[in-house]
């Protein structure tokens, strides 16, 4: 007995295997949703904490760039004069850039940071610097040697439930502020 499908199965002979590759890409998406991590807590935050940068902080580091190449030009650094010029630029275009929002996550498998994941296999420890009205960011530190640690701004997530949270995963040992976030901060950045 013949039996006859409501819907017509129309078969592309110019493009023989594209059925089979749907097939294969519907099967990729799955696989790939298997492998997605719990989210456990996440929030939204500025990759930075913008402060609107003054003339006068300008001009004081115009003159710190102008005092620096005289040195450089004093010595016959060129190259120094070439890479004090080329940082200027660097920390103009910085200032006057706006943070982009970037969204934070904690997972089953790690810390995600906007797209990058670092898994809690990798990391050696956390540490919450956190002042009511002042520093609130999350220190990692790495196993890696070329990123050995980073800081995660916390946004308007909640340090105690952060703390909590990530210490089920991840030992929890004091951090040193680094050098450079102090004077970052200190320079308005």
Not at 107 to 136: A, C, D, H, P
Not at 156 to 182: C, G, Q
Request: aromatic share 14%.
């Amino acid at each position: 007995m013949v039996t006859i499908s409501p819907e017509r199965k129309i078969i592309d002979l110019k493009h023989p295997g594209m059925e089979r590759q749907e097939a294969r890409e519907a099967e990729t998406a799955r696989e790939a949703a298997s492998y997605m991590p719990e989210v456990i807590l996440e929030w939204q935050a500025y990759e930075y904490e913008h402060s609107v940068k003054s003339p006068k902080w300008f001009l004081w580091g115009s003159v710190a760039v102008a005092a620096l190449v005289i040195i450089g030009a004093l010595t016959r650094n060129y190259f120094f004069i070439l890479f004090i010029v080329v940082a200027a630029f660097v920390v103009y275009l910085y200032a006057k850039r706006p943070p982009k929002e970037i969204y934070c996550a904690i997972t089953s498998r790690g810390v995600q940071v906007g797209r990058r994941m670092f898994e809690f296999e990798n990391l050696n420890s956390f540490w919450i610097f956190y002042e009511v009205g002042g520093i609130k960011h999350l220190s990692l530190e790495s196993k890696k040697a070329l990123l050995p640690r980073f800081s995660v701004p916390l946004g308007d997530a909640d340090p105690v439930t952060l703390r909590r949270t990530l210490i089920k995963f991840v030992n929890e040992v004091e951090h040193e502020e680094s050098l450079a976030d102090i004077f970052a901060r200190m320079a308005g950045f």
